[in-house]
């Protein structure tokens, strides 16, 4: 069991960079695959990146693939998202999940695989 928080959003201009934290605010990230995902206004929750649980696999979205790099820190029971070149269309809540599983090096990108989420942090990109 994990309960999850997401920081580090905020308004930015294209070109620049961000970092955004996803916190273990109960339990601990032990035994759970995690990932990214975010949601613009009026559209549908996209995948952006995935880790696997022992953080030997990643998995990125082809729209931020070379600009976004998803990482974990399980003895601080944190995941980390480095966005860098940041783009108007990266506007967006994003939202931290977590997915239990027994597969040490398998990435999820469903958003009906994860059964714990964030609340989510907005991250705005200005042209």
């Known amino acids: 069991q994990v309960q999850l928080v997401e920081s580090g959003g905020g308004l930015v201009q294209a070109g620049d960079s961000l970092r955004l934290s996803c916190a273990a605010s109960e339990g601990t990230f032990t035994g759970y695959a995690m990932a990214w995902f975010r949601q613009a206004p009026g559209k549908e929750r996209e995948f952006v990146a995935a880790i696997s649980r022992s953080g030997a696999s990643t998995s990125d979205a082809d729209s931020v693939k070379g600009r976004f790099t998803i990482s974990r820190d399980n003895a601080k029971n944190t995941l980390y998202l480095q966005m860098n070149s940041l783009k108007p269309e990266d506007t967006a809540v994003y939202y931290c999940?977590?997915?239990?599983?027994?597969?040490?090096?398998?990435?999820?990108?469903?958003?009906?695989?994860?059964?714990?989420w964030g609340q989510g942090t907005q991250v705005t990109v200005s042209s």
């Open positions: 999940a977590a997915k239990w599983t027994s597969i040490a090096t398998m990435t999820f990108r469903s958003p009906g695989s994860f059964g714990s």
